[in-house]
């Protein structure tokens, strides 16, 4: 990833005498304007010739955790680890599968849910990460407050306390829990621990619901520039790195998005979007019911709501809400249940 950021940068400085060269502008649609939209020579990437380098190459990292762009398709490379827990004050790899991590942290995690709400609790979060929307909606939905530290995807200098590389990360009184699904799994125990957890549509949405989004949101040019637009305008982003990650992110995960496309057997992505959401509103019993965990949201009823969230607004949710108006009643009525932000000051 810090190799393509120099050849950008290196293009951007030294014009033809770089690998990239300098290419013609190709237009936008609804980008440009003014003297932006006429045709002149500049240092930018062509979309029919560059992207497929830059996404060859990031096809290629060995770190997926180097790909900041990449946390809408997350679930659909695997980058969401199993190991769930590490102490915070430690620098140890996760524990693995077979430790049982889940019962030897459990004394070290509050016993109540008054006692969590006055715990000291830390979320490391990308805003537009739909793994750290569906944390942030558990969250909010138990009023357990919490501060955020919002980490810039490039260097990653807020997670130098852990050798655990991928967001979210929750810390709890010092103890550290990886993953959205392990962590909200754990405090499922203490918010609501006689509640059984439905795994089946709660794991659903991690093995196949995340699936159907990068398709989408990086459906065409317009798209993915659109969806560029919003997350460097959320994350955490030094100006250069702004301008980089939005036309080099764009390009690269459009191409992306159809490799995606063809490894999960997707042929049209709208489609599978809304089957997807009609196949969510038919378990939930959907209108006679209005959540899955029947009288009030249970943990997998916050999850789909939060990936939801992380799509507010992009044109895939405007159609969503066009071709199944249901799922966005839903939405509306989930976001009512979950209420404000529990979110105290950011640090």
Same mark, same amino acid.
């Given at each position: ?13 030294h ?6 060269g ?8 609804g980008r ?8 002149h ?8 010739t ?11 990292v060995?770190r997926?955790?180097?790909r ?8 659909? &490379? ?16 996760p524990?693995s599968?077979?430790?049982e991590?889940?019962?030897?942290l459990w004394?070290q995690?509050p016993?109540?849910?008054?006692e969590?709400?006055k715990a ?7 805003e537009?990460?739909?793994f750290?929307?569906k944390?942030?909606?558990?969250l ?6 919490y ?5 810039n ?5 807020e997670?130098?306390?852990s ?6 990360i929750?810390?709890?009184n ?11 799994k754990?405090?499922?125990r203490?918010?609501d ?6 795994t089946?549509?709660?794991d659903?949405i991690?093995s196949?619901?995340?699936? &159907? ?11 993915a520039l ?5 997350i460097t ?9 702004r ?7 764009a ?6 998005s159809?490799r ?12 599978a979007l809304?089957?997807a959401c009609?196949d ?9 019911r ?13 999850a ?11 044109t ?6 066009a ?8 939405y ?5 249940q ?5 979110r105290i000051?950011?640090?």
């Amino acid at each position: 990833m810090r190799l393509l950021l120099q050849r950008w940068s290196q293009t951007i400085r030294h014009g033809s005498r770089n690998a990239l060269g300098i290419v013609r502008l190709r237009s936008f649609p609804g980008r440009l304007s003014g003297s932006e939209s006429r045709s002149h020579w500049r240092p930018v990437t062509v979309w029919s010739t560059c992207a497929a380098v830059i996404a060859a190459s990031l096809a290629s990292v060995q770190r997926p955790e180097w790909r900041p762009w990449l946390c809408y398709a997350e679930a659909s &490379t695997s980058l969401e680890s199993t190991h769930n827990f590490t102490a915070a004050t430690e620098k140890v790899a996760p524990l693995s599968d077979a430790a049982e991590p889940a019962t030897i942290l459990w004394k070290q995690l509050p016993d109540s849910l008054a006692e969590l709400r006055k715990a000291d609790i830390v979320l490391y979060q990308y805003e537009t990460c739909p793994f750290c929307n569906k944390l942030r909606a558990y969250l909010d939905y138990w009023r357990i407050p919490y501060k955020v530290v919002e980490v810039n995807p490039v260097g990653k200098k807020e997670l130098k306390f852990s050798s655990y590389r991928k967001v979210p990360i929750l810390v709890v009184n010092g103890t550290q829990l990886n993953d959205s699904a392990a962590i909200i799994k754990a405090l499922a125990r203490i918010t609501d621990p006689d509640r059984p957890l439905n795994t089946q549509w709660f794991d659903w949405i991690d093995s196949w619901f995340v699936h &159907t989004l990068p398709p989408n949101i990086y459906r065409t040019r317009h798209e993915a520039l659109e969806t560029f637009d919003y997350i460097t305008e959320k994350e955490k982003f030094s100006p250069w790195q702004r301008f980089t990650i939005r036309y080099v992110g764009a390009a690269a995960m459009y191409f992306v998005s159809r490799r995606l496309k063809k490894k999960y057997h997707i042929v049209d992505e709208r489609q599978a979007l809304y089957d997807a959401c009609r196949d969510w509103l038919q378990a939930v019993g959907w209108p006679e019911r209005r959540f899955l965990g029947g009288a009030r949201p249970c943990a997998a009823d916050l999850a789909m709501f939060g990936v939801l969230r992380s799509i507010e607004g992009f044109t895939a949710f405007h159609e969503l809400a066009a071709n199944v108006p249901e799922i966005v009643q839903w939405y509306r009525i989930m976001k009512d249940q979950v209420g404000p932000s529990a979110r105290i000051d950011s640090m």
